[in-house]
């Protein structure tokens, strides 16, 4: 248009380097291609002309949640004869009108965190990544703590479900990893850890919480049930983390485990190269944090227990066994997550790991056969049906041994011998090797010959050569002194 203030038509097009037609077309429309293109018109006939607004708007209005896919099928139902392609062009309608006309959907408020202020808390099930350890696959959660302005994270396996110990236990490591408290810690609902109780446990539970965080300095918060993304800043974490652990297998080659600690050691390394990236906002962080108190808080329960004539006690639907003389005394038992410290009064008495009911509400076993061999040598036969039997047995040669034994013979034999392996065990301290040993006559086919396994296994204790120590007379030293000395003094 600059051209054709002075040149003509013709003129104009050449300097321009379009045509002449485009010029003088140009002259009697100066408006561009897009401002004088027509208006989009519909190429085929509405599919949906008479039903939008007559019956999909009224079920919108009436059901403001419903889904497109469930208007579909309802249109499709009443109206047998539309075809299947309009899906698309429905769920495009139903889009645009509630854009127009929908309701009123939640605004999420991003926060500006401040260093030291809030720490979060949750559980996370890690069923999926099929981790095993030498007992089997380990059934298992992962308490997850994280600051919010730092990203200091810390992970904690549990055993057991979400509850007061897991929590409790779980957040002081947590926190003394970190070396000092935030001021306000925030976690879900926890309803896992309520579920069940009555209004009295739950009660106590509360006040129990409370308390730990009143220990630490902490404002106890909790986010609205169902909405999750009020604990963002630690729900998205759980999805990061897990796959980090995910890909850590990956690259290791396998998910078994030896044991607990092993497998235990392998998150807390993870974690602590995750935490590596973080350092400096981490060091930051921890000069605004609370100091911690002298000591850890109670992160267990303590309940009393009697032991019964079975040579044990039940406890959350597992019965344990401990040494017969403890029968008809009474136990303080601490319920930690994983184990139990039993106490006989004020003094320790042993640590046992902490079973599991089992699926179905049947009671769990966690029997230790040295408990209770000496009374089983006594009634070997009692070994045919007892309750715990499976659970009995240290390792898994001396139950495939007796499965043999049994399907070899009669009952009566089977039992004398195998509670004379057990006892063999006990008395040899030859476990493991014993258990190679069964394992390689199962191999061959071959029973075990108790006469043969004594005897490969060392002496009976009861045949130890007995050694005499003659304690010599005090009365020689004297004799030593009194002896005039050799070679004197002329």
Not at 310 to 321: A, D, E, M, W
Request: glycine share 8%.
């Amino acid at each position: 248009m600059t051209f054709r203030r002075s040149d003509s038509p013709t003129a104009a097009a050449a300097k321009a380097a379009f045509s002449t037609a485009t010029a003088y077309r140009l002259e009697d429309d100066p408006r561009l291609p897009s401002q004088t293109a027509a208006p989009r018109t519909r190429r085929r006939p509405d599919p949906l002309a008479g039903l939008f607004d007559e019956e999909v708007v009224p079920l919108l209005e009436a059901a403001p949640g419903l889904r497109s896919i469930a208007v579909f099928e309802e249109l499709r139902r009443r109206h047998p004869e539309l075809d299947h392609g309009i899906r698309r062009t429905l769920e495009r309608r139903v889009r645009a009108w509630r854009a127009v006309h929908g309701p009123e959907q939640e605004v999420i408020f991003r926060q500006t965190h401040e260093p030291g202020h809030m720490g979060l808390s949750d559980f996370t099930d890690m069923a999926d990544l099929q981790v095993t350890v030498a007992e089997g696959p380990l059934d298992h959660r992962l308490y997850h703590f994280r600051m919010v302005y730092g990203g200091f994270q810390h992970a904690h396996v549990v055993l057991g479900g979400e509850s007061f110990v897991a929590l409790a236990e779980g957040l002081q490591n947590a926190l003394w990893a970190l070396g000092g408290a935030p001021r306000e810690h925030r976690t879900d609902s926890l309803s896992a850890a309520f579920r069940n109780l009555g209004q009295a446990a739950q009660d106590d539970l509360t006040l129990r919480y409370e308390a730990l965080c009143r220990d630490y300095g902490m404002v106890p918060t909790r986010n609205t049930t169902g909405v999750a993304h009020e604990n963002g800043s630690i729900e998205s974490a759980h999805g990061h983390l897990k796959r980090a652990i995910h890909d850590a297998l990956l690259l290791r080659g396998s998910r078994h485990f030896d044991n607990l600690t092993a497998y235990r050691a392998f998150i807390d390394e993870l974690v602590s190269r995750r935490n590596a990236r973080h350092q400096p906002r981490i060091d930051a962080e921890r000069t605004t944090l609370q100091p911690l108190p002298r000591q850890r808080s109670q992160d267990y329960e303590e309940i009393r227990v009697r032991v019964t004539s079975s040579g044990g006690f039940t406890l959350r639907k597992v019965f344990y066994s401990v040494p017969s003389r403890l029968i008809g005394h009474q136990l303080r038992v601490r319920l930690h997550d994983d184990r139990l410290d039993v106490f006989v009064g004020g003094s320790a008495l042993m640590t046992l790991p902490r079973g599991r009911a089992q699926r179905g509400g049947r009671h769990g076993h966690v029997v230790n056969y040295h408990h209770v061999i000496h009374a089983l040598r006594r009634k070997p036969v009692a070994l045919l049906n007892l309750v715990y039997r499976d659970q009995l047995f240290p390792r898994e040669a001396y139950r495939r041994t007796f499965d043999a034994l049994l399907a070899g013979g009669e009952a009566r034999p089977a039992c004398r011998c195998m509670v004379g392996l057990l006892a063999l065990a006990h008395e040899r301290g030859c476990e493991a090797a014993l258990a190679q040993h069964l394992e390689g006559l199962l191999e061959a086919g071959e029973l075990p010959n108790l006469d043969a396994l004594r005897a490969r296994f060392g002496p009976s204790p009861s045949e130890l050569p007995r050694v005499e120590v003659r304690l010599v007379s005090l009365g020689i030293y004297d004799a030593l002194m009194d002896r005039p000395a050799m070679g004197g003094v002329a």
